[in-house]
Nanobody, 121 residues
Framework: QVQLVESGGGLVQAGGSLRLSCAAS????????MGWYRQGPGKQRELVAR???????RYADSVKGRFTISRDNAKNTVYLQMDSLKPEDTAVYYC???????????????WGQGTQVTVSS
């Protein structure tokens, strides 16, 4: 069994910062790409940022220069540092990881439960 557990969401004023964390646990052989997605009210889920297992990153245009994704491979954890937050960043943020399981040696896509980020104006 594999689990992704997120933490770090909350309420912040515009211009403020938050740091999200997502830790993977279970029967993990290897973690390839990890990423963060978000779903705002009445919107579809969208990519925020992704990072490969060697540290290459990709960001949505709307967060470039404000958000930073990083990971600690020893802890199976991915982070999202969010600075200069705007009200339009309000959403539920979901962690995603492409995980190779020990038992099958196959890669599966896993999602966290989501954490609410609310930015007030």
């Amino acid at each position: 069994q594999v689990q992704l557990v997120e933490s770090g969401g909350g309420l912040v004023q515009a211009g403020g910062s938050l740091r999200l964390s997502c830790a993977a646990s279970g029967s993990i052989l290897k973690i390839n790409d990890m990423g963060w997605y978000r779903q705002g009210p009445g919107k579809q889920r969208e990519l925020v940022a992704r990072i490969t297992n060697v540290g290459s990153t990709r960001y949505a245009d709307s967060v470039k220069g404000r958000f930073t994704i990083s990971r600690d491979n020893a802890k199976n954890t991915v982070y999202l540092q969010m600075d200069s937050l705007k009200p339009e960043d309000t959403a539920v943020y979901y962690c995603n990881a492409q995980i190779v399981k020990i038992a099958t040696r196959n890669e599966y896509s896993y999602w966290g439960q989501g954490t609410q980020v609310t930015v007030s104006s």
